[in-house]
């Protein structure tokens, strides 16, 4: 079993930014890939970034050249740094965890409760 939880998430002027962060613990959680979802209002959850148990990251096109995913295994956190934020990105941030870093949310078994980021105009 791993743990999840979230914090960071806040409201935003369009322009700035905010640092997502993804505590884990469980056992053998530093070796898991790890995500950030979301789900805007009235929208399907969708992916945003993963990052392997290795480091290789990927990113939905959306946020290439915003947002940056990265982890300290040291302290089984991973962070989702949030740059240039638009009001699309206005959504309920979600953590996952899986065995594998993939784009498709059934992979990943667990999932923190969500923080909220809000991006006005």
């Known amino acids: 079993q791993v743990q999840l939880v979230e914090s960071g998430g806040g409201l935003v002027q369009a322009g700035g930014s905010l640092r997502l962060s993804c505590a884990a613990s469980?056992?053998?959680?530093?070796?898991?890939?790890m995500a950030w979802f979301r789900q805007p209002p009235g929208k399907e959850r969708e992916f945003v970034a993963a990052?392997?148990?290795?480091?290789?990251?990927y990113y939905v096109d959306s946020v290439k050249g915003r947002f940056t995913i990265s982890r300290d295994n040291a302290k089984n956190t991973v962070y989702l740094q949030m740059n240039s934020l638009a009001p699309e990105d206005t959504a309920v941030y979600f953590c996952?965890?899986?065995?594998?870093?993939?784009?498709?949310?059934?992979?990943?078994?667990?999932w923190g409760q969500g923080t909220q980021v809000t991006v006005s105009s």
């Open positions: 996952a965890a899986g065995r594998g870093a993939t784009i498709v949310r059934a992979t990943y078994a667990y």
């Open positions: 469980g056992r053998a959680s530093s070796t898991y890939a």
């Open positions: 990052i392997s148990s290795g480091g290789t990251t």
